[in-house]
């Protein structure tokens, strides 16, 4: 890699990508499956943040939690779930499909002569895992930014200096905290706040919506409410963080209704903002829209500032506005790489899964009823109780110590009745993930509800549930 970059007669590169997370590393295979000479630029570790510091650690501690299993043994299977956060298998892979990589970090330059133009300097890493001495230039026919997202630090006074954690610490530490407190009740916080609970750290939540996850449902955030506090995990709704401070344990935390918690940890698990600062897009008049996110056109091409598509540069994955999930990345990957070699087709976001990972695990696709009512549109809901279907009775009699367990889920469908189909679903249940997943189908494909409620589900699987609250 050295010899190429650093030697006198650069490499001409079809497609160079910046950033090599999940979007990043299926757009680079793509397009090299295809025939086309890429470079792969990545400033940390090859692969991005699903695999070491996001969804794959922190869905093994959940599950080791679910399991009963104790922290250390959780922590070992989380760090061999996650290859003790070393990249060379994910590194080795792409070169084994034909791509060309290098720890750098990557900057946009202005194009000269119709080429895309991105300076490469060392990443900031320890100086063992330089690759390059100095700083380069390579030129490129297309561009694919893929650089993702990071925890947004919210303005509370006093946590400049006070050694907070973001996922990435609470997904790497080996050290079980004896208390945490959490800023942020969303997909994250809830995940993180149940694995730490179930392992026997004394947990707090703060949320300063009025429920749990926000942007579903309420029902939704209720449901995954009664179920963290049946965890012992202490919930803090409707409130504010007003100031932090070091205590002698930790952390204390000063609550806007006049209370105030401490803990040994905080951890920040409020939102995520789009990697875009550093990038140069200004050399290409791309200005991120105010939340750090590249605006984008259907085919992920980037937009310049005045709302037209830059020729030959994409980005894809976190660091649009619209994709927060290793999926959605994958899905713009493809999209991106799809319109490089001129088979291009829009995108349909229409029926992205977001999936909860909790016990009971939340699956939510297309528009809750009250967003689309607020939008204006005439949508009816129906809803099925998990413990009125055949599966639920059976679990609760058979799979509980007492014969009178308690099943908590539930679906809920949301129907346009203009064009009889499906355009939103929530379900909470377990494993929801994989029986909701027919309705992510449904909705992508239009399928008319009659024939989704004609259509044979098995017995007795959660998914009559499906069936029950299509009946009516
Ligand atoms: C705790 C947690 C749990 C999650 N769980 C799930 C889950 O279960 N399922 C799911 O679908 N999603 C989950 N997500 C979201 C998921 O991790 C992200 O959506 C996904 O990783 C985004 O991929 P990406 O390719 O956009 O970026 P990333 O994976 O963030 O990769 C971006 C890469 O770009 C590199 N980079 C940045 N700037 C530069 C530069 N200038 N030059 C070179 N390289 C650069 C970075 O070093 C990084 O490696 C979770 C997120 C978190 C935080």
Request: glycine share 12%; charged share 25%; net charge negative.
């Amino acid at each position: 890699v050295n010899a190429i970059l650093d030697g006198d007669s650069p490499a001409q590169w079809d497609v160079i990508v910046i950033g090599s997370g999940s979007g990043g590393e299926i757009a680079a295979a793509e397009c090299a499956g295809r025939g086309l000479r890429v470079l792969v630029v990545e400033a940390d570790r090859f692969g991005g943040e699903c695999a070491y510091v996001a969804c794959v650690p922190s869905k093994s501690l959940l599950l080791s939690a679910h399991a009963g299993l104790r922290w250390e043994e959780a922590i070992r299977r989380r760090d061999q779930a996650a290859h003790g956060r070393d990249d060379r298998a994910t590194r080795d892979t792409l070169t084994d499909a034909g791509v060309t990589t290098v720890r750098a970090r990557g900057r946009l330059l202005a194009p000269e002569q119709e080429r895309h133009r991105v300076l490469l300097e060392p990443a900031d890493t320890d100086a063992s895992r330089r690759e390059i001495s100095g700083p380069r230039v390579e030129t490129t026919t297309f561009v694919v930014l893929g650089t993702g997202s990071e925890t947004s630090i919210p303005p509370v006074q006093g946590l400049d200096g006070l050694g907070y954690w973001t996922s990435d610490q609470a997904l790497s530490t080996t050290d079980q905290p004896v208390s945490m407190i959490i800023m942020g009740g969303g997909a994250v916080g809830c995940e993180l706040a149940q694995a730490f609970a179930l392992l026997g750290t004394r947990v707090d939540l703060i949320e300063v919506a009025d429920g749990l996850l926000p942007s579903e449902s309420g029902w939704v955030g209720t449901l995954i409410a009664e179920q963290l506090e049946e965890d012992a995990v202490k919930l803090h709704l409707g409130v504010e963080v007003q100031r932090v401070e070091a205590s002698e344990n930790g952390c204390r935390v000063h609550l806007d209704d006049g209370s105030s918690i401490s803990a040994e940890r905080l951890l920040l698990a409020g939102g995520r903002s789009p990697r875009s600062a550093g990038l140069g897009l200004d050399a290409l008049d791309v200005a991120p829209a105010d939340d750090g996110s590249i605006p984008i056109d259907g085919r992920c091409g980037v937009l310049a500032a005045d709302g037209s598509t830059v020729g030959g540069l994409y980005a894809v994955g976190d660091v649009t506005a619209e994709s927060s999930y290793t999926h959605s990345a994958n899905y713009q990957a493809r999209i991106a790489a799809d319109d490089i070699v001129k088979r291009g087709h829009d995108a349909d976001y229409r029926a992205v899964p977001r999936v909860v990972y909790t016990r009971p695990t939340v699956f939510c696709v297309g528009g809750p009823a009250e967003q689309a009512r607020e939008r204006g549109f005439d949508v009816r809901t129906a809803r099925t109780d998990l413990a009125d279907v055949e599966r639920g009775q059976l679990v609760a009699l058979s799979a509980s110590p007492t014969g009178r367990g308690v099943v908590r889920g539930k679906v809920e469908l949301v129907t346009d009745p203009r064009t009889g189909t499906l355009v939103g679903a929530s379900c909470v249940g377990p494993e929801a993930d994989s029986w909701g997943a027919e309705l992510a189908l449904a909705i992508r494909a239009e399928i008319p509800i009659a024939l989704l409620a004609q259509h044979m589900r098995a017995f007795p699987t959660w998914s009559e549930a499906v069936t029950a609250a299509l009946d009516d």
